[in-house]
């Protein structure tokens, strides 16, 4: 046998590892062909014959344990090292849950494994520590997910109306959507935790729809309560959500069987990591058919990209929250004054989230600043306070 970091050579007939040994790399064979047997006691169980692109060797090296076979060569045979650095780079930045999933797998293996060959027991070097705190948070997390998944098919998931101020009239012009869940034994749950939970799976698009849902039937009856100019409501749309092609055509056939107009509906997407320009940007020119609004959320915080924002015609600009608590600081006053100019001179409205002083609410207005939000307004409320608001 002969090997390079790159490369290793095992002629036929020739051992890459026995069982017992204590892993080194994990291995693909690029060509040839590699049997890979158990031996229990006196007697060898072939588990298989490996081909080209075949993996061996990676179990031992992902939990660290010896080698449960031995793999021979049945033909002169290349392969290629994979370090174990490789796997574990990339185990780190995976899933829990997918992570908790493998190892569970190769418990699994290996006792069944110790079972065929008579052991009861396996040394405990052999068997990966099954309850370790990784696998217990991706437990949980699951476990969360199937309680989400219970309470929207309950319909326990409650939507709150924050109310908008519109700063020069000083009405309330429209609500954001906020969602809620109230969990049996963990008690509140922030939205932050469980949208980026239905993120993950695609448990988001039922709950974005309920959600519309929910919306659609408040904005009736606030339609049906409100004399004068209609509200709008604002509906937070994530990232994932964006991804399913179908989400407009959903939307746009709620709204119309609600019997509103798409124009009472505005959409708050968050710019992010993920975001793809391109995508977001055709997503607006299609609400914009429809005649659906479409507000960039959270402006100015982590990803934003003041070379891409040209591209999105959004029509409302809503300025994070980060921004008002330290206005009273001259730098970052000049930043908002700077800020709501962009917005006024790109055509589109700006609403300054999480404003709870009245200080902030007239530097604000003193700025041209459209609309405030915030718990000097109002706190996210039931849809009969948001009526008796308006
Ligand atoms: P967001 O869209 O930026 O919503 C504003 C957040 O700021 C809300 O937090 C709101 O309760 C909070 N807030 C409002 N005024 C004030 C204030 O004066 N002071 C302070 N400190 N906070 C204020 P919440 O409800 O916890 O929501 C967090 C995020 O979760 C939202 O940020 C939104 O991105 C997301 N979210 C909420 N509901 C939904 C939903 O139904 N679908 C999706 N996709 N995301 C949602
Ligand atoms: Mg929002
Ligand atoms: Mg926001």
Redesign the pocket.
Known sequence: MSATSFRVDVPAGSVLFHQGDAPTSAFLLETGSIEVTTAQGAISRRLGVLAPGDLLGEMAVLDDSPRTATARALSDCVLMPIDRKQFAERLESADPVVRALLLSQISRYRSALAQLSGQSELPSSAIPTPRTNDAVLAMDKIRLESHLREALDKRELE?RL?PILDIERNRIAGF????RWTHPERGPV???EF?ALAEETSL?VP??DY?LDQVCGALQHLRGRVNGEPVFVA????GR?LDDAALLDRFLAVVHAHGLQPAQLKI?I?ESLVLNYEQVASIIARCHAAGLKVAL??FGTGYSNLGHLHKLEFDTL?LD?GFVRQMHEPRCLAIVRAIVAMAHSLGCDIVA????TTEQLHALGALGCTYA????IGR?MLLDEAIAMV
Not at 176 to 179: I, K, P, R, S
Not at 235 to 238: A, D, E, F, R
Not at 353 to 356: D, R
């Open positions: 939507v924050q954001e959507a906020l969602t922030s939205p932050a949208i988001i709950v974005g959600v509906l937070n749309v994530s959500q708050e968050t959320d959270d809503k929250q989230e999480g404003v709870e939000q915030g718990y000097l996210p």
